[in-house]
């Protein structure tokens, strides 16, 4: 079984300051996704960014990118100019990939969050 | 294209009532799954389906029931309800494409209280 750890309950920042937001995980696979997921108070799940463990390139979206290191198991989200529409919860998640099924099986495996709040 | 769609929205069920929580996607995806979302622990995964007639358990099954008859469906049963399944559920759905997944799409949740 895999473990995401978020060790950031919350965060702070200043409108248009970039932050990063930290996730570890623990898993045997070799091959896997990770994701960010945003939760704004609407409570609607958003997904931010993907990346695909085997890819050594950082994904990036927009003012959104991660810093993925693999052997440290790191899989980090970096908010630039961040905006007020930022404040939410964000979530990292794990998805294993199967190659027998063809490309995963067993749902996302969350880390319990991190509430980030852009100050005006 | 309504994506991912989650009736209801919310509920209220005494201890001991049966419900079905019912999610629909309208994107031909073959992956689908549920979580229950709890103060300070994020989302687990109570069960999860890789394709019609395909369903497997997650990591909190217990008191939960699903079937996937359709690619279409896949709706939650909770068999006798207790207060500890107080909580807000999200089914999600998603693809493959040459061997490679891609992210889950979420439906906006229900929020189901038992008292």
């Known amino acids: 079984a895999q473990t995401v750890t978020q060790s950031q309950p919350e965060m702070s920042v200043q409108e248009a300051e970039t932050v990063t937001l930290s996730c570890t995980y623990d898993?045997?696979?070799?091959?896997?996704?990770l994701f960010w997921y945003k939760q704004p108070p609407s409570r609607q799940m958003i997904l931010v960014i993907r990346q695909e463990a085997y890819k050594q390139q950082n994904a990036t979206e927009n003012r959104f990118s991660v810093n993925f290191q693999k052997a440290a198991k790191s899989f980090s989200l970096k908010i630039s100019d961040s905006q007020l529409g930022d404040t939410a919860m964000y979530f990292c998640a794990f998805m294993k990939h199967d190659e027998y099924s063809g490309g995963g099986a067993d749902g996302l495996t969350f880390g319990k969050g991190t509430h980030l709040i852009i100050q005006p | 294209n309504a994506g991912v769609t989650q009736t209801p929205k919310f509920q209220v069920l005494k201890t001991g009532q049966s419900m079905t929580l019912q999610c629909a996607q309208d994107?031909?995806?073959?992956?689908m799954s549920w979580y229950r979302q709890d103060p300070g622990m994020g989302l687990r995964l109570i069960h999860y389906?890789?394709?019609?007639?395909?369903?497997d358990q997650g990591e909190v099954p217990n008191g939960y029931n699903v079937s996937r008859s359709t690619t279409e469906d896949f709706p939650l049963r909770l068999l006798s309800a207790a207060p500890s399944q107080t909580s807000v559920y999200f089914c999600a759905s998603s693809y493959s494409f040459l061997g490679v997944r891609y992210g889950y799409t979420f439906g906006s949740g229900t929020r189901l209280t038992v008292v």
């Open positions: 994107m031909n995806h073959e992956y």
């Open positions: 898993t045997s696979e070799n091959n896997y996704y």
């Open positions: 389906s890789v394709g019609a007639g395909i369903t």
